[in-house]
């Protein structure tokens, strides 16, 4: 595309020069010349361009033509594109491409004197740029469609191991589902972890990356919320494979019955939205409070995430007093660059009045509650709020996190941003340094370690914590 244009704006130039100053006999395909100091890759640039040129003179021949003139210049077009290849660098012509460059050169002499018509030549580039920009446009809306698709669709995989493990479960006597350690579910001097999810494997990277980087393992605490569809799959996996020392709880969001009635409400005031945000697992986190009452601290984790530092130093920061405490996200060049403004309709004088439009935002997916602060400040109700209004007047442009960022308005404290690293799903340009040093790297974005469109690169880091050998991931042909 870009050498479509680059072809277009010299061949337009050159014909308003030609035109007035050049002597009659000169002719047009010496519009481009070698020249004595030759930009980097500018041979690379040319030889695609004399393609492009050979293609628009061919575009003036009859359809049907079979002559001797036609037969050369197709001959030349696939002797310069197989001499050129995939090489992007002028470093990586070989002396046959300058070779065939040359023999171009004499076609698209011939080619000028049959098609003198500069004017003829400019059209049918523009026509040529115009088809070209509208198959881009088409293959990109496919891409994209193609992506999302494969982001919300499990894997077969995926759907086996759960389907192995229910089987495995519904087989087991009642007494047989405990998990150990239950005791120690509501003890406020422990680490308490939140993870809502309905993707097995994914809790189990989770749940493993952060007790084998916690000093006290012992002491930590998972409350792992699913849906009742999930739930035997999730509580045979981690009966089969129990976290060491550490407890972890299993539970069906639909055992939380005041639950179920205020999502209802809170689907009504949602409709038309994307349902990857609207899902009920997508908006529990604000009811951490009244889910877990008595529990005064809690660290929420996306099952996107892989942990790599202990987490457990998390209790020990002071973060003045606010309720969440979260990495910010509004650092100018950065993929992951996120302001209020972008995200939420500050035309609306309800939202200017509250909010101030240039507040940096924060990541969600490692978060620190102080559940405590929490039901001082009552959030919850500001969040229904917030939810409530959005539901009458068009405020926002994405699910629950720009509902996030206005509930938890001036009540966050930014952390040190080597705690949570976001990008692994959507940014290739993630540097190993920036992994590395990150406690928590996060694989927001469409692109999963657990489906074949994730960037391959990021995945060994989820990898290492997936028991590839495990029978059922062997079963469900599950591998790196």
Request: glycine share 4%.
């Amino acid at each position: 595309m870009r050498m479509i244009g680059y072809t277009k704006q010299r061949t337009l130039t050159y014909c308003k020069t030609m035109e007035k100053s050049r002597p009659k006999g000169v002719q047009l395909s010496r519009s481009i010349q070698s020249h004595p100091r030759r930009p980097l890759d500018e041979k690379v640039k040319e030889m695609k361009d004399k393609v492009i040129r050979a293609k628009a003179y061919l575009s003036f021949a009859p359809p049907d033509s079979n002559s001797h003139f036609v037969k050369e210049i197709k001959l030349r077009i696939k002797e310069l594109e197989r001499a050129m290849g995939d090489v992007t660098k002028d470093s990586g012509l070989s002396r046959r491409a300058s070779q065939k460059m040359k023999a171009m050169d004499g076609t698209l002499l011939k080619a000028s004197r049959i098609y003198p018509d500069c004017s003829a030549m400019v059209n049918t580039l523009r026509a040529m740029t115009y088809n070209a920009e509208e198959q881009l446009r088409s293959q990109r809306d496919q891409t994209s469609f193609l992506v999302q698709l494969a982001a919300r669709t499990t894997p077969k995989g995926l759907h086996c191991l759960s389907m192995q493990l229910t089987t495995e479960y519904l087989a087991l006597q009642p007494e047989e589902w405990k998990l150990s350690n239950q005791h120690k579910l509501q003890d406020p001097d422990l680490y308490h972890f939140a993870v809502f999810s309905d993707n097995v494997l994914a809790c189990s990277v989770v749940v493993d990356s952060t007790v084998s980087t916690s000093k006290d393992p012992e002491k930590i605490v998972f409350h792992i919320v699913t849906d009742s569809l999930n739930l035997p799959a999730m509580s045979m996996w981690f009966l089969m494979n129990p976290p060491g020392k550490a407890t972890v709880q299993i539970q069906s969001i639909d055992s939380f019955e005041w639950l179920s009635t205020k999502y209802n409400e809170d689907q009504q005031k949602q409709k038309g939205l994307d349902p990857r945000f609207t899902s009920p697992l997508n908006h529990l986190r604000f009811y951490l409070p009244d889910m877990f009452p008595s529990v005064n601290k809690i660290v929420f984790l996306d099952h996107d995430v892989v942990v790599q530092k202990d987490l457990t130093r998390l209790w020990h920061i002071n973060i003045n007093g606010k309720v969440n405490g979260a990495v910010e996200t509004c650092v100018e060049g950065e993929p992951s660059f996120r302001r209020m403004d972008m995200f939420i309709n500050f035309t609306d004088p309800s939202v200017a009045t509250r909010l101030d439009a240039n507040t940096c935002t924060w990541a969600f997916g490692m978060n620190v509650f102080d559940l405590q602060e929490w039901r001082k400040q009552n959030l919850t109700t500001l969040y229904h709020k917030y939810l409530e209004l959005g539901s009458k007047r068009p405020l926002l442009k994405a699910g629950s996190l720009p509902i996030g960022w206005m509930t938890f308005h001036k009540h966050t404290h930014g952390l040190e941003r080597t705690w949570h690293l976001l990008g692994l799903g959507y940014d290739s340009g993630v540097t190993r340094a920036q992994i590395e040093q990150a406690a928590v790297i996060h694989y927001d974005g469409v692109m999963k370690p657990w489906l074949d469109i994730g960037i391959q690169k990021y995945k060994s880091y989820w990898n290492k914590h997936v028991s590839y050998e495990h029978p059922y991931l062997q079963q469900c042909n599950l591998h790196e």
